[in-house]
């Protein structure tokens, strides 16, 4: 019992990893990367001022003394300034100068907190070594909510005028070019002027004096780290979260693309007051970009129960009415809160406190639901901790040459959330591709059973169509040849036929055969070229019978239901009315000719011999011949007539297009139809 349970730990471990070091592995390779870029850059910049350093001064001992206003507000700063004319009240300081800050005291409105009061510092220059070389003064931090002004020498040398109570100079280092006094004399003193609120301490890092190449450097560096570097991935950040949006309007169902917009907005809505140029004045700006962060960790929150699938009721609710009740609070117009550098950080405490809620609940529920969920509780818990080291450098509790971390809670959400949209992206590449190679394999398993359906089909259909023209030639042997020769056989037998009778009934049954095996050759809908078959079988016996053949053929239109039934049945009735010449007609010319009209072709066989009554034929035994070819003719869907004379007959066929068409003309004679 002991050992099963560490066994089946161990077991729940290595699956909860092997889910999470997917996401891990990426998360951590940006990290890694990251850093180590950091890395190369910071032992690059070093390697570049090492080579200067003996000729920057380090100044790490000043002077400093504080002077209360006269009247409220800032005051115009003069151009030229004599520390000896400045009370006598100096104290030596070590720099970086932090005095603590009594966070309740900022928060007070009255007249007295309100009141301005001036720090100035006076430093020595007189140590800084000989050069001719333009010299400049950087500073990692000043922390102030008032204007900052430089004195060379007693000269005005820099100020950063501030027209309102919110500035970017915690991220922003002091970078002062110093030119030359116009006397000529070396540089002997620095004087800095900040003022501020009575309410609010200030913060200087230690500064450091020297020439120009030999401290831009440093300057760049922190500068780029500190504000460029994070500018750019904030703004890499909402690049991509305008693309989820785009994606979210034709995928609205797949809230995640509108929840990472979200996330991108508020993010860079958060640290867009540090980014910006120029001192920013508004109060609503200032409301903005404090409130986002509130948006940012509800947003998150909506995030990972979207994840982890737990609704948290009374969490959301909790969310949410911080986040209104804090927004309302610090509306510029009723001012209840006034946001202010005096009052946001104890604003930024209940931000914390609601991160924290957020990411332990949050990851608590995630823990056995979603491994995507505890990247998102983990990413905000760093988020967190990043943004309490910057509220403890914010208020002094550590010193100000200390780096502003908060800068890259954007890229650790980035970071985070853009792992989870990859592995949505990559799961959905996934998944078509394994709907594709099922779609696939199915497509192929019913192109196999329709091939093996399609043979079985052709070979049924060639089974059927051999029974069918075995059954045609049949039927067709039975009622021609074979009643021709079992005629000539009883002739025989009974002796009642002449040879010369038996040899012409022999060529007409060898005729019959030959015009069976015809009908059965591919004609491709052409009804010319079965009358020339029937033409060049029937040439030789008309040679010998001494009969012209006169060929008044034309081109004819396709008969596409011209099958070998029904171009037997064509040979059938055209040989039927050529025999009937030669064996009643004495004819000695034979005339074929053929014509078209809209609906139909027609055959047309005229003689000259001597011609015969139609209807008393039809009626007779002696013309079954004739209601042959009416027959064969109906089974094709057309129509034969004859009209005769002592001139000779003429007999004609009509045959239709289409089967079903229009019927054929009215004969001219009914009465031979």
Not at 518 to 525: A, G, V
Not at 578 to 602: F, K, W
């Amino acid at each position: 019992m002991s050992s099963a349970f560490p066994r089946r730990l161990r077991a729940r471990f290595l699956e909860s990893f092997s889910r999470y070091r997917f996401a891990s592995f990426w998360a951590n390779a940006v990290l890694v990367v990251s850093l180590a870029l950091l890395v190369i850059m910071a032992a690059y910049f070093s390697a570049a001022g090492i080579e200067h350093e003996s000729a920057v001064l380090h100044m790490a001992r000043a002077e400093w003394q504080e002077e209360d206003a006269a009247a409220p507000g800032f005051r115009p700063m003069p151009f030229a300034v004599d520390s000896r004319a400045l009370p006598a009240a100096w104290q030596p300081v070590e720099l970086p100068l932090a005095l603590p800050v009594a966070l309740l005291r900022q928060a007070d409105g009255s007249a007295s907190a309100a009141a301005t009061r001036t720090t100035w510092l006076r430093l020595s220059a007189r140590d800084v070594p000989a050069t001719s070389a333009p010299l400049a003064l950087y500073g990692a931090r000043i922390k102030t909510d008032g204007p900052i002004a430089v004195y060379a020498n007693g000269r005005l040398a820099y100020r950063a005028q501030v027209q309102g109570l919110l500035w970017n100079s915690t991220r922003t280092p002091l970078w002062v070019l110093l030119g030359k006094t116009p006397d000529g004399a070396p540089l002997d003193e620095i004087l800095l002027r900040i003022e501020h609120k009575r309410s609010v301490q200030v913060a200087v890092s230690s500064l450091w004096l020297g020439p120009v190449e030999a401290l831009e450097v440093r300057y760049r560096m922190r500068q780029w780290l500190q504000q460029d570097l994070p500018a750019m991935l904030s703004a890499a950040f909402m690049a991509v979260g305008v693309f989820a949006l785009f994606v979210w309007f034709k995928r609205s169902h797949e809230t995640g693309y509108l929840l990472f917009f979200n996330l991108a907005t508020t993010s860079f809505l958060r640290g867009l007051h540090f980014y910006v140029s120029v001192p920013v004045a508004n109060d609503w700006f200032a409301w903005l970009t404090v409130n986002s962060l509130f948006w940012l960790v509800a947003v998150v929150h909506f995030a990972l129960r979207q994840l982890h699938g737990r609704p948290l009721r009374w969490l959301t609710f909790g969310v949410v009415a911080w986040t209104v009740l804090i927004g309302m609070l610090t509306l510029p117009g009723p001012a209840i809160l006034r946001n202010t550098p005096q009052v946001t950080p104890l604003i930024y405490i209940g931000a914390a406190l609601m991160g924290v809620a957020v990411a332990l609940v949050g990851g608590v529920s995630a823990w056995r639901r979603s491994s995507e969920g505890r990247l998102v509780a983990v990413g905000i818990g760093m988020c967190v901790l990043l943004g309490v080291s910057d509220w403890l450098l914010q208020n002094n509790f550590v010193s100000p040459e200390g780096w502003y971390l908060g800068a890259y809670t954007n890229a650790v959400t980035f970071s985070v959330f853009g792992v989870l949209m990859y592995r949505r992206y990559v799961s959905a590449i996934a998944e078509v591709e394994r709907v594709n190679a099922g779609l696939a394999e199915r497509l192929r398993a019913r192109e196999a059973e329709l091939e093996l359906s399609h043979q079985r089909l052709r070979e049924v259909e060639k089974l059927q169509t051999i029974s069918d023209e075995r059954q045609r030639l049949m039927q067709d042997m039975h009622d021609g040849l074979g009643s021709s020769l079992i005629s000539a056989i009883h002739s025989v037998e009974s002796g009642g036929m002449s040879d010369d009778k038996v040899s012409q009934l022999l060529k007409s049954c060898l005729d019959d055969l030959k015009l069976t095996i015809d009908s059965m050759e591919p004609l491709e809908d052409d009804l010319l070229l079965l009358l020339a078959t029937l033409r060049y079988r029937l040439g030789p016996r008309l040679e010998s019978s001494g009969v012209a053949l006169q060929w008044n053929v034309q081109e004819l239109p396709a008969l596409d239901w011209l099958d070998p039934t029904s171009a037997l049945h064509i040979l059938r009735i055209v040989q039927e009315s050529i025999a009937n010449i030669l064996r009643h007609t004495r004819a000695s010319e034979i005339r074929v000719a053929t014509a078209a009209d809209a609906a139909g072709v027609q055959v047309t066989i005229e003689d000259n011999g001597q011609g015969f009554q139609v209807e008393k034929t039809m009626t007779e035994a002696k013309g079954r011949g004739m209601q042959n070819q009416q027959r064969r003719a109906q089974l094709v869907g057309g129509r034969v007539s004859w009209r005769s004379g002592p001139e000779g007959t003429l007999f004609t066929l009509w045959l239709p297009l289409k089967r079903g068409g229009p019927a054929g003309p009215a004969n001219p004679d009914p009465a031979v139809a």
